[in-house]
Structures are given as C-alpha cells and as structure tokens.
C-alpha cells in the first residue's frame, strides 16, 4: 500500500468481476475509491467493505448508465462525496447474446450508450475535475482487434470506437501530463460468464485452450495491469490499447 496515496479514483461499474477487482487493487495502492454501480448496491457496499477491511478508504454511488443525462448525474454524486480525481477507469460495460441478424436498433443504442457514449460523457465532464497528471483508463477488449466469435460483433463495434477515443483523447489531454490507456481482456471468470463457464468443463477447457498460457483469466490478471497504468511507473505509455488477454489473439 503506498503507490497511490492521497489520490482519488472513480472506477465505473466497480462493484462486481473486473470493476470491483480493479477498485480494490486501488484501494489497496493507497487511493480513495468511489465504486460506482449500476443497480447492485448490496455489491458496491460489499467492495467498500473490502477496501476498508484491507486498510484502504471508499464510498459508493449510484447511477444507472446508458440513460439522457448518467454522466452528469454520476459526477454530481461524486462531488457530494470527493473534490476531484485523479484516476477515472471506465469499465461498466454491457454484452449481448444476440446475434447480427437479430440485433435491432434497441439493442444496438443500449450497447452503445452504455459501452461507448457513457465514457466518453464521463470524460468530458470530468476534465474539469481530473487532476493534471491523473489518469484515464478504459476497459476494452480482444474482441476490438480480433473477430474471434461472430456473435459479439456489436459488442466489438462498441469497443471499437472506444478504442478510437482512447487514442484521440490522449491527445487532448497530454498537454496537462494525463495519460489514456486502453486495457483488453479476453476471457475472464466473472459473474458475466457464469452462465456458459463455470461448472461447465468443457468450455472451460475451450476457453483455456485460447491463451498461450493456458488458462481462463482471472479479474486480478486485468486490475493488475490498470494500478501500473494508474502509478507513477505508468507515466510515458499513453494512448494505447494494452493486450491483457494471456495471449489469445491470433
């Protein structure tokens, strides 16, 4: 612990999987974490309790994503609780399961306000509040440069054109020494793969057999990459799209 002390970080979608992996990991480097959650607030409260629980400092808000309005609603709950920020990870995000040929406009808008207008929103209305030198940290994933399961492909779309802003932001904002990273997972064993991965060892083993190294990613594999992006040793890399999927792209 130590790293991050006497900075803030908001990390949407921080109660569960990936989200409440990353904030705790904050929370553990020595930030104060403001763990956003959609719907779940038993679970946004359980992350805090965790990062208390490890010596570490956070409060949770709530906002529902993807709706006129999220991302100046998220920051007014935010500043009734915390003056600024230095680390801003957007990682709420949802999936799908229909395909191409069944994905009708309502689907496709949900995607993307959520997945792609929601950070870019937060951002925006952040720059105000980012501290000069802070940090911007987007959750992406393989399937922006790998079209490895067909069905995903408006997912993909949606992390796409985030992958885009995060290079056009860095540009922005490198003046005032933010950074803008992109981290992309590929596989990991959260509650959102529950369903087709876990007590299913047969997909497990498919999903394994993806990664040169042999195995399912965990949401530690992934926090672990955003707290360097997020410390000082992260300083010069900016503008990227970071692999974080245990080698499984072609």
Known sequence: MGTLNGRTALVTG?????????????????ARVAVHYGTNETAAKETVAAIE?????????????????????????????AEGVDILVNNAGIGTSQPFGQTDEAEYDRLFAVNAKAPYFLSQLGLDRLRDGGRVINISSGLSHAAMMPETLTYAMTK???????????????????????????????????????DNEAAQAQAAGFSALGRVGAPDDIADVVAFLASDDGRWVTGQWIDATGGSLP
């Open 14 to 30: 921080g109660s569960r999987g990936i989200g409440r992996a990353i904030a705790e990991r904050l929370g553990r480097d020595g």
């Open 160 to 198: 796409g054109a985030l992958d885009v802003f995060t290079k056009y932001l860095a540009k922005v904002v490198g003046p005032r020494g933010i950074t803008v990273n992109a981290v992309a997972p590929g596989i990991v064993d959260t509650d959102i793969n529950a369903a087709w991965l876990r």
């Open 53 to 81: 629980a490890a010596g570490g400092s956070a409060f949770a808000i709530g906002q529902e994503l993807g709706v006129p309005g999220d991302a100046a609603a998220l920051w007014e709950a935010f500043d009734r609780q």
